[in-house]
Each structure stands twice: as C-alpha cells, then as structure tokens.
C-alpha cells in the first residue's frame, strides 16, 4: 500500500475509542464526539481578544499577546503548577505565567526577544523557541540548557532582520521530559510579524494541545505502551478551551494562525462549509494561498489559513489520522483511531461585511534546488530491540534510534560546514510515522513518498511516513553552533530518538 493510500482518512469510528487506560482513576471527560451537542456557554467576545481564564466551555479565549516595542520584548516566563479551568472544571496543569496557553509573543523581523525563564517546578526544565532562525550557542535556543527547580535563566534570541514572517512556538526541550512537560501545558505561540500585512477582518491565535486528566482534575500519567506510541490527550483543546464557538459575519475573512502544541497527535483538520486558503506553513508565507479542503499538521508544524465566512454553522474537525502502529500491534489499536473531534465551533450569521479586498502576493521562496550540494547524508529513524513483546528482557522500553544509536548530548552525530547547503535523506525503517524536526534551520521539502514538489515547501517538522522516506535541503547559514534533530512525537524524542548536529 502506497503511503498516501494508507495515510487516508480512515473511519476508525468507536473501534479504537477504548484504546487507552490510564492508570486505576477514572478518567475525566472526553472531547465530545461529533453530533453531541454543546454544552451551555458563555458569551462570545465581541472581538475575538479577550485572555484566556476562568472561562466556561464552549468560550472562545486567546492567551494574552506581549508585543514588542522598539525592537525588543522582554518578559519573564514561569513554569509552575497552576490549576485553570478546562470546560467549566478545575485542572491542576503545569503552566507559563499561569494561563494555557502561554502569552503570544509577537515581535517583528530584526527584533530581540529577552525571555527571563523561571523554574517553579519539581524537576529540571529549559525553554526552546520552535522554528525561530536564531542562534543555538550560549544563552541563545540553546537546547542543552538545563534550569534546576528554583532556579532562573536568562535567555536571549535575536531575529535576524530577514527572518521569515510567520507562527512560530516555545516549548521546554528537556530530554525525557519533553513530552511530559508540554502534555501538562508548557507551550506558547509566538507571532514573527508580516512586513507586508494581509487583509483580513481579524486574526486568531489557534493552539491545539491534548491532555488527560483524571477524575479529579490531576494530570494522567501514561502507561508505557502510550509513550511508546506517543501520548495522545483524551481532551484537544484550542486556546486552552473545550470546543470554544466563534461568531463572526458573513464575508469577513479571518486569519488563523494554527499551532499543533499536542505532543503525539496528527491533526487533519477540516472546517466543512468555509471556504480556506493556505497562507503558510511552518514559515514564511506562500506566494500565493492555495484552496485547500483539510490541513494535516504534524505535531510541531503550523499553518495559517484565511477563512472567508459563510453564512450558516460549520464545525472545526480534527479527523483521525492513522500514523502506523508499533512493531507486533494489530488493527484497532493504533494511535489516532479515536474518531474524529470537535475543536471549534464557527457560527456565521448577520448583516453581509465588506468585502475585505484582494490578499497581496507574499514574497517568491527560496529554491535550494539546482544550488550545489556540499554533502549528502542519510539519516534512519528506526524502533527496534523488542521483537512483538511490550518491554525488553531488562524491563527498559523499546529503542527509538538514529543510525542505530540513542541521543547522547555528548555525542556530535552530524558536523556540518558554516554556509553549505546540504542535502538528507529521512528514511523511517520503522511501521510508525516520525515528524521530523530540525533546529534552527528550516528544511525544503525535495522529495517525499507522493513524489517531487513543484514549488518550494519550507517547513521545520516534515512527517516521514512509515517505511518512506523524504529527502530535504537545508543552508546552514547565519549560524554556528550545536542543536538537536528530533522526532516531534515527544515521547520518541524523550525515548532516545534525536541526534546533535554541529555547525563550524
Ligand atoms: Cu518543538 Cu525540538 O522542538
Ligand atoms: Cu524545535
Ligand atoms: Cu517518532
């Protein structure tokens, strides 16, 4: 079966909805499945801007947006234990600044971003601001960082005055806590300004994270199978909200900017009855947007999309995507076959707006293709060491490897020359997908299982369907230092799926 054929929308239905138990507690509430009506909800902000607590379900809230002022933000991020209000009930998360999501940092090209991380949590964390081009070295995105409990650090992250425009995110990076850290909440979008503005009515900020928690509101801790296969929350939640619903007038054309913060999970989203166009992925902006039906996000990846609003109800659905099973696993219990979800409710209805005129041309990308090539490589993500059985004969997990070996910070897998462009080929050796992400750098996507790209895709996260492959370009200019590749399912990453890469 071909990787498009098989990564199709499959209706898993209620086949796979009783695939997770977690632990002995009863388990919460789910996201409702489509057709459950919702429940009672507060009134929608009148523009779309309101901060994110307290609320009841079906509320839509956006995180508070910082905002740079005279080429720099600065402000201080802390991580702690903080209980929010998730559809209407307590949840006791880890959060930034108390509020799920973080704030939105918005900052524009040439900016300097100062970000003071303070640790009030239990166990050693650190910050890493996911896509930005910006300097790994010293106080910089500097993935090796680690801020003990109590303890503070400075960090600083200067933009380039040509970084690409676009929706960017932070997250801790902590090896073997990743995963567990922003399933409890620890993640923030962050907003790298258009030069040259789109119209649109209004703009939205859309995180989509997962959690489970327990009966009474804890976080639930996953059971190894789960990590194995990636954790995947019993509850999405966009802007920290159970299906929030939107009201806005017919003609008005929104743009959102969509983060997949879940740890492990594939959205395919779909929004039946509102025409979209693509206006980016990951980074920069398309020249042109492009129609499109669904938008598949990787954990990690990002979209922006307009929205032109259409009278009538639509429903902002994340359909379930089959992303391969573990090694020895039959059908029916594969992750991603809960069936499809709620995320969002958009109600259009009222006196027709203004048609808010043409969307102007973005800026034509970057084309590595026909550029030299320094070095060509091949990297594996493979799983391996366990045959069908759950666990080892020594009771450790599966491995989850790169060219046959787990992460060591110490270790330098990849040296790579200041300024050349270099060309890898991603092969999955193994029956589940791996999203694959690189620091600093962003990637051209040259050829995936579906066949070459006509126009150049740029992305930070690039999905390497089960036994496929995808071949990327990446320019290691602007910078020197060390980083880390990863898978973006964060429990692999946590499980020993990343390597280092080194820039001289
Ligand atoms: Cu979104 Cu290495 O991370
Ligand atoms: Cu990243
Ligand atoms: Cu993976």
Request: proline content about 8%; some cysteine.
């Amino acid at each position: 079966m071909s990787p498009s054929t098989r990564r199709q929308v499959i209706g898993w239905g209620l086949a796979g909805g009783t695939m997770t138990i977690v632990g002995a507690a009863g388990l919460w509430w789910g996201s409702r499945p489509q057709g459950v009506p919702l429940p009672p909800q507060g009134p929608p902000a009148a523009d779309g801007s309101t901060a994110g607590d307290g609320t009841g379900p079906g509320t839509w809230a956006q995180p508070q947006v910082l905002a740079s002022a005279d080429g720099v933000l600065e402000l201080d991020l802390e991580a702690a234990p903080s209980t929010v209000t998730i559809g209407g009930r307590p949840a006791r998360v880890w959060a930034f600044n108390g509020s799920l999501p973080g704030p939105t940092l918005r900052v524009a090209p040439g900016d300097t971003l100062r970000v003071r991380m303070v640790n009030r949590l239990g166990e050693v964390t650190n910050l890493h601001v996911h896509g930005l081009h910006v300097s790994p070295e010293g106080s910089g995105d500097n993935p090796f960082v680690e801020i003990g409990p109590g303890e503070s650090r400075d960090y600083e992250f200067v933009l380039p005055d040509d970084h690409p425009p676009g929706t960017y995110w932070y997250h801790p990076h902590h090896h073997g806590h990743v995963a567990e850290q922003l399933a409890a909440g620890l993640y923030g979008a962050i907003i790298v300004q258009d030069l040259d503005p789109v119209t649109v009515t209004r703009e939205r900020v859309l995180v989509v994270s997962d959690l489970t928690l327990t009966a009474d509101g804890d976080l639930a801790e996953p059971s190894p199978r789960e990590r194995m296969m990636g954790r995947e929350g019993r509850l999405v939640l966009i802007n920290g909200q159970l299906q929030p619903r939107l009201e806005v007038a017919p003609g008005e054309r929104e743009r959102w900017r969509i983060v997949n913060a879940c740890p492990s999970r594939f959205l395919r989203l779909t929004l039946e009855g509102q025409p979209m166009r693509l206006l980016a992925r990951d980074l920069g902006r398309l020249r042109e947007p492009v129609g499109t039906s669904t938008v598949d996000l990787a954990p990690g990846n990002r979209a922006e999309i307009l929205v032109e609003a259409t009278e009538g109800t639509s429903t902002l659905v994340a359909a379930p995507v089959d992303r391969g099973a573990m090694p020895g696993m039959r059908g029916g219990r594969r992750p991603g076959g809960t069936g499809p979800v709620d995320l969002l409710t958009l109600s259009v209805s009222g006196n027709q707006a203004q048609p808010p005129g043409d969307v102007s041309l973005g800026t034509a990308p970057r084309d590595l293709r026909g550029q030299d090539i320094a070095r060509r490589r091949t990297l594996d993500f493979a799983m391996g060491g366990m045959g069908g059985g759950m666990m080892r004969g020594d009771g450790a997990m599966m491995s989850f490897t790169i060219n046959g070996r787990e992460y060591d910070a110490e270790r330098t897998d990849v040296g790579v020359r200041a300024g050349d462009v270099e060309e890898w080929t991603l092969v999955n050796s193994s029956p589940m997908d791996h999203p694959v992400h690189l620091h600093v750098w962003p990637m051209q996507v040259i050829d995936n299982s579906e066949g070459a790209q006509d126009e150049p895709r740029w992305v930070d996260v690039v999905n390497v369907p089960a036994f496929g492959q995808v071949t990327v370009r990446v320019a290691f200019e602007d910078f020197t230092g060390r980083t880390v590749f990863h898978c973006h399912i964060l429990d692999h990453e946590d499980l020993g799926m990343m390597g280092t890469v080194e820039v001289t």
